[in-house]
């Protein structure tokens, strides 16, 4: 059985786009490194990933890309990139990571995992290089 855990970081689920590039995925590895999400002593967002060492849990992650319909109850995964090209990528953003000097540990592609994580505040970002547009679902 496959284990890994981080401490004081983010999580980050991953997925590929079936039109992402090595640009992309550099890109969105700078974004994470250095987004300013973390508190500093006055409880602002002012401190980066890079900034306090964070360690990152990079978590492969296709049904990002799923869509659910109007009239369907199942999702659609339409989107995502192929196999290959989703690993090739992934291992790019995760050197991307690296680069960064940042810790980082992984998921493994395809597996079925079983994550527990202790969410430290009401923050959740989608980092993308498309126009990405929430669905918002209500319950009534």
């Known amino acids: ?10 999580v980050v689920l991953v997925g590929v786009w079936q039109n992402d590039t090595d640009d ?7 974004k ?8 500093d002593h006055s409880s602002k967002f002012s401190k980066s ?17 799923s869509r659910v319909y109007k009239n369907g109850r199942r999702p659609e995964f339409v989107e995502y990139a192929d196999k290959d090209k989703a690993i090739k990528l992934l291992d790019r953003f995760i050197e991307a990571l690296k680069e960064q000097e940042l810790t ?8 079925h995992m079983q994550i527990e994580l202790t969410n430290d505040g009401p923050v959740t ?16």
């Open 1 to 10: 059985m496959f284990h890994a855990e981080i401490g004081r970081g983010l």
């Open 24 to 30: 992309d995925a550099k890109f969105i590895a700078s």
């Open 125 to 140: 970002i989608v980092v993308s290089t498309d126009k990405w547009e929430p669905i918002i679902v209500r319950k009534s």
């Open 32 to 39: 994470i490194a250095n987004l300013r999400i973390f508190e």
């Open 104 to 111: 980082v540990q992984t998921g493994v592609f395809g597996a």
């Open 49 to 65: 990933a890079k900034d306090i060492r964070a360690e990152i849990m990079v978590v492969p992650q296709f049904t990002l890309f």
